[in-house]
């Protein structure tokens, strides 16, 4: 699969379009960087803000991370 810059998306025949979501999160523990990925018919970054995340973190805590709390929020198409 191939991801695109949204700045770059266009049509791909038959192919379905999605959007993958990566969220950034700074973990409560360590402040190490936590990471969730999801995917989505929908662009839309607001969707993902009520959404909960449940993460560990390589220092071993693990809990669940309100979409809110991201640090940074990615959101590239993604053809399949």
């Known amino acids: ?4 810059s949204m700045a770059k998306t266009v049509s791909r025949g038959q ?3 999605t959007f993958a979501h990566i969220l950034l999160f700074r973990c409560p523990e360590c402040k190490g ?5 999801c995917s989505s018919k929908n662009m839309d ?3 993902f803000a009520t959404r909960v995340f ?3 973190c390589k220092c071993g805590w693990s809990g669940t991370l309100g979409g809110l709390t ?3 929020h990615w959101v590239e198409c993604w053809w399949q």
């Open 1 to 4: 699969m191939e991801s695109l």
């Open 15 to 17: 192919e379905v379009r």
């Open 33 to 37: 960087p936590v990471t969730a990925a």
């Open 45 to 47: 970054r607001e969707q």
């Open 54 to 56: 449940k993460q560990p």
């Open 70 to 72: 991201a640090v940074q």
